[in-house]
């Protein structure tokens, strides 16, 4: 069973940064993009950054110069580094990922996504 384990959300004032981590586990055969997300109650699922495979990155427009995608293939992470962190970034941050994986000796390619992590920024 594939799991997403997100880290790292905090309180953290304005101007100040946080990274996050991710890491994905259980019978995994190939990761593809992985990304992350962030929700305010109330508004829809927005995409922050996206990495793919070979690394080739994409931001939403709101948070390019301040946030920094990466990933280590390896270890099947992916981590965002967050600086000159706005009240407006303040969200729960999910962590999501394309994965091929073993499922009952089948190789199944479906979305998981982590649990969420709280970011919240404020004085």
């Known amino acids: 069973q594939v799991r997403l384990v997100e880290s790292g959300g905090n309180l953290v004032q304005p101007g100040g940064s946080l990274r996050l981590s991710c890491a994905a586990s259980?019978?995994?055969?190939?990761?593809?993009?992985m990304g992350w997300y962030r929700q305010v109650p109330g508004k829809q699922r927005d995409m922050v950054a996206l990495?793919?495979?070979?690394?080739?990155?994409n931001y939403a427009d709101s948070v390019r110069g301040r946030f920094t995608i990466s990933r280590d293939n390896a270890k099947s992470t992916v981590s965002l580094q967050m600086n000159n962190l706005k009240p407006e970034d303040a969200a729960v941050y999910y962590c999501?990922?394309?994965?091929?994986?073993?499922?009952?000796?089948?190789?199944?390619?479906?979305?998981?996504w982590g649990q969420g992590t709280q970011v919240t920024v404020s004085s």
């Open positions: 999501n990922a394309d994965i091929t994986a073993r499922d009952r000796g089948l190789r199944v390619r479906k979305q998981y």
């Open positions: 259980g019978n995994i055969l190939s990761i593809n993009d």
């Open positions: 990495i793919t495979r070979g690394g080739i990155t």
